[in-house]
């Protein structure tokens, strides 16, 4: 019988309570009654203390709930242009971090840019998202920003040129998101070197047409949960039929939406006996179709519909308070449960699971990576034709511990990079290196970079371009 830790805890409890009792009453015996009821109210008294400090805190650290992400029907969200929100997570009070974010008229955490670039100016783009977008930092402790300040200060005298680096991160986005932002705002700007990095959330995300994640659109607590097709859907085949593209994708095998069997048999046999090349040279040959969300207008609807129905007319609004003490004991029963859940994981995803795979509504790992490589094909060559150097930042093997899995997606990353001329970046080794030294580079409660991983990603892309501009 499993046990849960609140009921462990409440057990403990409740024995520790009885046996104090007994103890008293077999000591003190009459004096035992005023004993355990002084004990009681400094036990009570201690908690109020710890409550009310709480809450004070949370008054003066409180966090919001922003609807800053709006509708769009190429690219299913963006930013909302020229706004302004304080970013905070979302428990009920500002735990970690709450920076001012400013968005500009174009939808991206940047300061306006000129399409039209001045004399001299080396330029460098940023795609990817939320950990490009970085909104748990302020803007100058951002990868990006600190990336800029060191080019102008390293080289801008020695080489009388101008640095601006181009941020274009949107939270949630999957590679084809990224792809389009790029054909969309990005390609405009002539960017010479643009940087993608890249996990396995991206690559997930391209291959689903559905987000779920009610609280960053204002989807919930209206007439159903149900997902919304608020994606593009990336295909690599020549045409997918209509009649598929809803509902009834629930009940298809994906692996057949996104790559035609046959093509799929041969690749994977192809895989298998590591003829990189042939894999590439056959991958670029089959087409990519991305789909736009079907569901755009019902999903700008329902947001409207939550911002004046939830949020009175505003798409922020404060997180309302919670209990302070509540919060302590669900941290200390989710540190010992990932303490216990690590203990239990068990890494048997072999390379027969990675290319069948065993769900119907999730196409393979394999799969998957196929749809973002050619992705990453097309994105690095449009790059690459537009006069820019195209850098691939893989951090795959930092932020998802299936390592066969990870270690499958970046040796593909490597392939196709050297396959075509993208210079390749092993990102979470730094990363890797800088957790095994003890140094945090994600916050404690919060997946994304903090300020020193921002430091480490801005350094690393440093490192490359300070190659270029001394050779």
Request: aromatic share 16%.
């Given at each position: 019988m499993n046990i849960t830790f609140p009921y462990f805890i409440?057990?403990?409890?409740?024995?520790?309570?009885?046996?104090?009792?007994?103890?008293?009453?077999?000591?003190?015996?009459?004096?035992?009654?005023?004993?355990?009821?002084?004990?009681?109210?400094?036990?009570?008294?201690?908690?109020?203390?710890?409550?009310i400090g709480g809450q004070v805190y949370g008054y003066l650290n409180p966090?919001?709930?922003?609807?800053?992400?709006?509708?769009?029907?190429?690219?299913?969200?963006?930013?909302?242009?020229?706004?302004?929100?304080?970013?905070t997570g979302q428990h009920w009070y500002a735990r970690e971090?709450?920076?001012q974010v400013k968005i500009n008229s174009q939808g991206f955490r940047d300061f306006e840019r000129k399409i039209q670039r001045e004399k001299n100016t080396v330029r460098i783009a940023l795609l990817g998202d939320s950990m490009i977008a970085a909104r748990e930092v302020d803007f100058d402790k951002t990868a990006g920003q600190l990336l800029e300040k060191k080019l102008n200060e390293e080289f801008g005298a020695i080489t009388g040129k101008n640095f601006e680096v181009l941020n274009f991160g949107v939270a949630g986005y999957g590679l084809d998101q990224t792809y389009l932002t790029w054909t969309k705002f990005a390609s405009a700007f002539k960017p010479d070197y643009v940087f993608v990095n890249i996990f396995d959330k991206n690559y997930f995300r391209s291959i689903s047409n559905t987000w779920c994640q009610q609280?960053?659109?204002?989807?919930?607590?209206?007439?159903?949960?149900?997902?919304?097709?608020?994606?593009?859907?990336?295909?690599?085949k020549k045409e997918l039929p209509r009649s598929l593209y809803k509902k009834e994708l629930d009940d298809f095998i994906l692996d057949y939406l996104y790559i035609n069997k046959i093509n799929l048999e041969r690749i994977k046999a192809l895989v298998e006996s590591k003829k990189s090349s042939e894999v590439i040279s056959l991958l670029e040959r089959l087409p990519l179709s991305i789909y736009p969300p079907s569901d755009y207008e019902k999903f700008l609807e329902k947001q409207n519909l939550y911002i004046e129905k939830k949020m009175e007319g505003e798409r922020t609004s404060k997180i309302p308070a919670s209990f302070f003490l509540s919060d302590i004991f669900v941290s200390i029963s989710d540190k010992i449960n990932s303490i216990s859940n690590k203990k239990r994981v068990k890494h048997d995803h072999n390379e027969e699971k990675m290319f069948i795979g065993d769900d119907k509504n999730f196409p393979t790992w394999l799969t998957t990576n196929l749809v973002n490589l050619k992705i990453f094909q097309i994105l690095g060559n449009t790059v690459k034709q537009s006069g820019g150097r195209f850098i691939i930042m893989d951090s795959f093997k930092f932020f998802n511990h299936f390592t066969q899995y990870m270690n499958f997606s970046s040796i593909w990353l490597e392939k196709l990079s050297r396959f075509y001329g993208f210079k390749y970046i092993p990102f979470y080794k730094k990363l890797n290196e800088s957790k095994n030294n003890g140094i945090q580079v994600k916050w404690k409660y919060d997946p994304h970079l903090n300020e020193k991983g921002n430091e480490i990603f801005a350094d690393v892309m440093f490192n490359l371009l300070q190659k270029e501009f001394t050779k």
């Amino acid at each position: 019988m499993n046990i849960t830790f609140p009921y462990f805890i409440l057990s403990l409890l409740a024995v520790g309570l009885f046996s104090y009792i007994i103890f008293l009453f077999f000591y003190f015996r009459l004096k035992a009654v005023f004993i355990f009821l002084a004990s009681l109210l400094c036990l009570i008294s201690l908690g109020v203390v710890v409550e009310i400090g709480g809450q004070v805190y949370g008054y003066l650290n409180p966090s919001y709930i922003n609807l800053v992400l709006v509708p769009d029907s190429l690219l299913g969200w963006k930013f909302l242009p020229s706004s302004e929100h304080t970013h905070t997570g979302q428990h009920w009070y500002a735990r970690e971090f709450s920076p001012q974010v400013k968005i500009n008229s174009q939808g991206f955490r940047d300061f306006e840019r000129k399409i039209q670039r001045e004399k001299n100016t080396v330029r460098i783009a940023l795609l990817g998202d939320s950990m490009i977008a970085a909104r748990e930092v302020d803007f100058d402790k951002t990868a990006g920003q600190l990336l800029e300040k060191k080019l102008n200060e390293e080289f801008g005298a020695i080489t009388g040129k101008n640095f601006e680096v181009l941020n274009f991160g949107v939270a949630g986005y999957g590679l084809d998101q990224t792809y389009l932002t790029w054909t969309k705002f990005a390609s405009a700007f002539k960017p010479d070197y643009v940087f993608v990095n890249i996990f396995d959330k991206n690559y997930f995300r391209s291959i689903s047409n559905t987000w779920c994640q009610q609280g960053m659109f204002g989807l919930y607590d209206l007439e159903d949960l149900d997902c919304l097709y608020i994606r593009p859907l990336s295909t690599i085949k020549k045409e997918l039929p209509r009649s598929l593209y809803k509902k009834e994708l629930d009940d298809f095998i994906l692996d057949y939406l996104y790559i035609n069997k046959i093509n799929l048999e041969r690749i994977k046999a192809l895989v298998e006996s590591k003829k990189s090349s042939e894999v590439i040279s056959l991958l670029e040959r089959l087409p990519l179709s991305i789909y736009p969300p079907s569901d755009y207008e019902k999903f700008l609807e329902k947001q409207n519909l939550y911002i004046e129905k939830k949020m009175e007319g505003e798409r922020t609004s404060k997180i309302p308070a919670s209990f302070f003490l509540s919060d302590i004991f669900v941290s200390i029963s989710d540190k010992i449960n990932s303490i216990s859940n690590k203990k239990r994981v068990k890494h048997d995803h072999n390379e027969e699971k990675m290319f069948i795979g065993d769900d119907k509504n999730f196409p393979t790992w394999l799969t998957t990576n196929l749809v973002n490589l050619k992705i990453f094909q097309i994105l690095g060559n449009t790059v690459k034709q537009s006069g820019g150097r195209f850098i691939i930042m893989d951090s795959f093997k930092f932020f998802n511990h299936f390592t066969q899995y990870m270690n499958f997606s970046s040796i593909w990353l490597e392939k196709l990079s050297r396959f075509y001329g993208f210079k390749y970046i092993p990102f979470y080794k730094k990363l890797n290196e800088s957790k095994n030294n003890g140094i945090q580079v994600k916050w404690k409660y919060d997946p994304h970079l903090n300020e020193k991983g921002n430091e480490i990603f801005a350094d690393v892309m440093f490192n490359l371009l300070q190659k270029e501009f001394t050779k």
